[in-house]
């Protein structure tokens, strides 16, 4: 029989089981045993945070003051906050671009700075380059935000906790949460991408399972609060649509003292990323989708092993229902053949076809297979129609589509005439041809 508990061991445990217990959502601090209940609510402002009209994802944070002690008086309108972020928008036309990496004449902080790039109805992509800190507290109240850290690094500062994050770092920042950036010392540039009808959802394949291409418990949390019972004047700009807002509280926002949900900020480090791969043939580019967006694929391109018996170069295509664009942040890009450099952006537009630059078809074709792809980017497919911004337009290589001019050039992909018997005799040659079922080392 199991030994019983008596004296000390009885009270310990006891003690243990009145505030240490699996609850079915994360929790942090001081919360009452359930929302909305308990005597607790009368020392405390609750306020929820939710999606679906109280039916979707919800967070409730306990807090020391009412969450709308705003001062009279002190509310407006903001004109001038972020010009780039509202630039004017166009189709994208039959033309790809590659986007240059973006330098401001101004030091901004996050948002005053932020770039709009390539936008569709539900999505928009857009740049920022940090360098001035930001010394009120930001809400955006039309999207959920996702960052990714091409460089730099520093703290995100919420309402549920601070999150500390560096280089490579994704941070998902949900539609309305209040929270404000510490930066670190140095360079910082950062894609953004605003989801407008939902939050970002874990990419998962029905036959692949959970884990791949990542697992949620990548995902890292707040875990501490930091609660601020401070008075003074603290700001809060808010985001609806291209129209800002100021007001003005006399205590600090992070006056949390806990909370408990699951809509909540988090961090995902591009090297939590396993890649899907393929010894024998090309894993397509949705095969690295980590996050889907309503009209938009979040895809990462990881280091990975290049494939054995497969084509190893992507495929030339017509993406007839997206645009596409990448964000370039490390590495050689096998794909690109020298033309695309670091912190640069490509723009693919529907239907126009493109695929490998010469220099790297030929490379293929001539055996010379790397041993692995050295690189990371981000790529963001935007559902069509998208558009490309003027601010972005600027940022436009202006000899990108002339990168593929080799395909006319070079001997070994101009005309002959023939060419076409060539390639029958190659097909006769090797009709009968099959894998082998060991792949090459």
């Given amino acids: 029989m199991p030994a019983l508990l008596t004296g000390a061991g009885r009270a310990r445990t006891m003690s243990l089981d009145k505030y240490e217990y699996f609850g079915g959502i994360p929790e942090v ?3 009452p045993r359930a929302p909305h209940v308990g005597p607790l609510l009368r020392h405390v402002c609750e306020q929820e945070h939710g999606r ?6 919800v967070t409730h944070t306990y807090h020391l003051y009412p969450p709308n002690n705003w001062l009279p008086g002190e509310t407006g309108v903001l004109d001038g906050f972020a010009p780039l972020w509202e630039s004017p928008l166009r189709p994208v036309g039959g033309m790809h671009h590659a986007l240059n990496i973006a330098s401001f004449s101004q030091a901004r902080d996050v948002y005053g700075g ?6 569709n109805s539900t999505v928009a992509m857009s740049v920022t380059a940090p360098a001035a800190p930001m010394d009120y507290f930001f809400e955006h109240y039309s999207a959920t935000l996702v960052f990714f850290v091409h460089q730099g690094g520093g703290t995100l500062e919420t309402l549920f906790g601070p999150i500390s994050y560096r280089r490579g770092d994704f941070l998902v920042v949900p539609k309305g949460i209040p929270h404000r950036f510490e930066l670190a010392a140095g360079p910082q540039y950062y894609w953004v991408y605003e989801s407008f009808a939902g939050d970002p959802e874990k990419s998962e394949s029905s036959t692949t399972g959970r884990f791949i291409t990542h697992s949620r418990s990548d995902y890292r949390f ?9 008075s003074g004047r603290f700001e809060i700009v808010s985001k609806v649509g291209a129209v800002y807002t100021r007001r003005v509280h006399p205590t600090h926002p992070f006056d949390v003292v806990g909370w408990r949900g699951d809509y909540l900020p988090y961090r995902f480090a591009v090297e939590d990323v396993r890649p899907l791969t393929a010894d024998r043939s090309h894993v397509p580019p949705s095969g690295h989708t980590v996050f889907t967006l309503p009209g938009c694929y979040l895809c990462v ?13 992507p495929f030339f295509h017509r993406n007839l229902d997206y645009c596409e664009t990448i964000g370039y942040h490390f590495g050689d890009f096998f794909s690109r053949g020298g033309v695309i450099g670091e912190g640069m952006v490509t723009v693919h537009p529907v239907g126009l076809p493109h695929g490998p630059q010469p220099s790297a078809l030929k490379a293929f074709m001539e055996g010379q297979r790397p041993p692995i792809h050295n690189e990371v980017g981000i790529m963001a497919d935007f559902a069509n129609p998208a558009q490309i911004s003027e601010y972005a337009l600027g940022l436009s290589e202006p000899g990108y589509m002339k990168s593929w001019a080799g395909y006319t050039t070079d001997p070994r992909f101009a005309h002959r005439p023939d060419r076409l018997a060539e390639v029958r005799s190659l097909a006769e040659r090797l009709a009968d041809a099959r894998d082998e079922l060991r792949p090459r080392p």
């Fill in 114 to 119: 932020m770039a709009r790039l390539v936008a």
């Fill in 29 to 31: 601090g001081i919360v």
């Fill in 52 to 57: 679906g009209g109280f039916s979707g994802r």
């Fill in 222 to 230: 707040p875990r501490t609060l930091d609660t601020r019972n401070e």
């Fill in 301 to 313: 391109f990881t280091v990975r092993s290049v494939e054995k018996e497969g084509m190893w170069l």
